[in-house]
């Protein structure tokens, strides 16, 4: 299918993601998420747990992340629909249990580990909350915990990690990228077609390009200029080729999709998820023609539309389309364009003459492929077809961009032709949030990015430091200590809420012991105190509470209520997003979001902490 983009889209069936609660639940989409797939040391202590009949004792961990990546003020939590899947299916094989057998460091383990606890082990001890997939999540405030016993609860922590940190890296790197893609002024307004500027632009110099600034101050005039038609550039992920391995790269596609990505170039993720794919083309491909002679015997249908609905006409109608081509060149004297380039563009023309859109930037942006383009888009039009676009991988973006949106805007008025004010800038090449700001900020006329290497390889962070901490063993709190303020565990098991105010907008999470029978409660007053500086703590009146997780895994009955779709999870995403105080998103020094802990968590992590730190004696 055509998407709204002008790019290629194709859509297949989903294969078993969005399972329901009544179906069963599919199996990890990467066939490496097996129990194996840890650490040695999960094995090793299992082993100790074991030998020394631990690990029955109940126990209950928690996974979290210490700090925000990006440098900003939230994350995304992603990951958890291929947690329960493994979860769903954790069972050693017999392959893998010979195996460990004749791992080195395990051979003098005594046979009944193997053939009686790890042969067993499956999950049905175990039981899971966690925050809803797509969740803002902020520092401290778990993502998921776990209840088990103490040998299982522990052989899954590394398998856990890895399956959210990164997906919730990626999810809001993308999430991050396409807030700044969005830009702030950019708002989507009904309308048909902008002005146009009957003065010739002679390329002037960057700084004082006559469209430089042009969507920002419509946008900020009021009245009389509603008609226009503006439209928030959208984000595709082009980064499989760069991403880090298979899993890597299918990882990016999907989490980046989650996270507000309009489409992938992956194709695989396309048939597995369900999502929209879409691609151009590459500058090898203009480069293999090198003459027009190669196209002049390609032909096209005309496609005219009857009674309102597009119909082709027969074969033997068929047009060549390099005269036509031909012709324009010469009335408009742009003899002087790249003949294979062109030759290239009535190649794909004719390949994809619904969905037209070129690379431009294979020898000269604006004296070639801006006119070469401008040349197959007249000819297809004259056949009845709707160009699409154009995509820029070099150079100055916020310049070619504006310029080549002009100069649409001029062949607009010049051939009457209404579809240059629809065509999509795709614009690629390196860009990273910084340079989303960046254009934002000098203007530009780019409807949709290309983001491939930053995106997938989070090259701003590379990784998000989720941890997984146990927090309590026979149903004790346990408390980890470190000279790191950041690092000292809140001990005990505890329940997440989240607290709204007024205007509709999360004011902070609070962290409450579960046994504490005092909870936060819309309309009420509740003190919210930071868990370890004492003077620092605020009142909230809360107009609406949420508690934070849900039973999403009960070793019984597998998962509990099945698994969302990724699109669902999208748009959980960017209602979210939606709702957010402005400062919370921004890139400079974004607002700090409160993670606090209730009066009585306050005392409690306090009392624990003293009684766990040894007095030191001077003399
Ligand atoms: N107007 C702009 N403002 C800020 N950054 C930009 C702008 N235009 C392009 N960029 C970014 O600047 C960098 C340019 O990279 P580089 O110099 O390697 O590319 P190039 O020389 O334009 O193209 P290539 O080397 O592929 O021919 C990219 O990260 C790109 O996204
Ligand atoms: O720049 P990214 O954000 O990673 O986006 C993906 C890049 O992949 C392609 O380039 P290609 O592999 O042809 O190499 P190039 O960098 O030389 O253009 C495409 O033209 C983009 O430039
Ligand atoms: O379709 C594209 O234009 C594309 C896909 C992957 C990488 N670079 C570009
Ligand atoms: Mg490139």
Redesign the pocket.
């Given at each position: 299918m055509s998407g709204p983009s002008g790019l290629t889209f194709a859509m297949e069936d989903a294969a078993g993601i969005t399972a329901s609660a009544a179906k069963p639940v599919p199996t990890p989409s990467n066939n490496l998420v097996t129990p194996l797939l840890t650490d040695l040391y999960q094995i090793t202590m299992a082993y100790a747990y074991w030998k020394t009949n631990q690990h029955l004792r109940p126990a209950h961990f928690e996974l979290f992340f210490r700090k925000n990546p990006f440098g900003g003020s939230y994350t995304l939590f992603a990951g958890l629909d291929e947690v329960l899947k493994f979860l769903a299916h954790f069972r050693f094989s017999e392959d893998d249990i010979r195996f460990l057998r004749n791992t080195p460091q395990l051979s003098h383990c005594e046979p009944a580990f193997f053939d009686d606890y790890l042969s067993n082990l499956d999950c049905s001890d175990v039981v899971v909350h966690a925050m809803r997939e797509g969740s803002m999540a902020f520092p401290r405030v778990p993502l998921i915990t776990v209840t088990a016993p103490l040998g299982i609860g522990n052989l899954i922590e590394t398998t856990l990690l890895t399956l959210v940190n990164y997906p919730s890296l990626v999810a809001t790197n993308a999430c991050r990228m396409v807030v700044a893609a969005r830009g702030q002024f950019w708002e989507e307004t009904a309308g048909s077609s902008p002005p146009l500027r009957t003065s010739k632009s002679s390329s002037p110099p960057r700084s004082s390009h006559p469209h430089s600034g042009f969507r920002k101050s419509i946008q900020m005039t009021e009245g009389g200029m509603t008609d226009i038609r503006l439209r928030k550039p959208k984000c595709v992920e082009f980064g499989l080729r760069r991403a880090q391995g298979p899993d890597g790269g299918f990882s990016a596609s999907k989490y980046s999709y989650l996270g507000g990505f309009h489409a992938t170039s992956n194709v695989l993720a396309g048939k597995m998820l369900d999502m929209p794919i879409a691609g151009t083309h590459a500058h090898s491909f203009v480069q293999s023609y090198t003459s027009l002679e190669l196209v002049e015997g390609a032909k096209l249908k005309p496609f005219r539309p009857a009674a309102g609905i597009g119909v082709e006409t027969k074969d033997e109608e068929m047009v060549l389309l390099l005269p036509i081509v031909l012709k324009y060149r010469h009335d408009l004297g742009w003899e002087e364009t790249n003949d294979g380039e062109l030759a290239a563009f009535v190649g794909y023309a004719v390949s994809f003459p619904n969905s037209f859109l070129c690379l431009i930037?294979t020898y000269d942006t604006l004296q070639s492929g801006l006119r070469n383009f401008i040349l197959v888009s007249l000819a297809l039009n004259d056949l009845g077809y709707t160009p699409r676009g154009i995509r820029l991988?070099?150079?100055?973006?916020?310049?070619l961009s504006l310029e080549c949106e002009y100069v649409f805007h001029e062949m607009a008025e010049r051939c009457q032709r209404g579809f240059f004010y629809d065509l999509d800038i795709v614009?690629s090449?390196?860009?990273?949030e910084s340079?989303l700001n960046?254009?934002n900020k000098?203007g530009?006329a780019i409807t949709m990015f290309g983001i491939g290497t930053n995106l997938v390889t989070c090259q701003a962070q590379p990784a998000l430091g989720c941890v997984y901490k146990l927090v309590e063993v026979d149903e004790q709190p346990r408390i980890k200590l470190s000279n790191d303020l950041e690092k000292v565990l809140i001990p005990g098991r505890k329940v997440a809420y989240r607290l709204f105010g007024e205007a509709g907008w999360p004011l902070l999470d609070l962290l409450v012991c579960r046994n504490e029978t005092n909870r936060p409660t819309a309309g009420e007053r509740v003190l919210c105190r930071h868990p370890f500086i004492e003077q620092k703590r605020v009142a909230v009146v809360p107009s609406r509470v949420v508690q934070l997780h849900s039973l999403v895994f009960d070793g019984k009955n597998g998962v509990v209520s099945g698994l969302p779709s990724v699109e669902e999870t999208r748009q959980f995403v960017n209602d979210q997003i939606n709702h957010t105080r402005a400062d919370l998103l921004r890139y400079m020094n974004p607002g700090e979001y409160k993670v606090s802990v209730s009066e009585n968590t306050f005392h409690f992590l306090h009392q624990l902490w003293q009684n766990e730190t040894p007095v030191r004696e001077l003399r």
């Open positions: 930037d991988d070099s150079g100055d973006l916020s310049y614009a090449n390196d860009i990273n340079v960046s254009l000098q530009h």
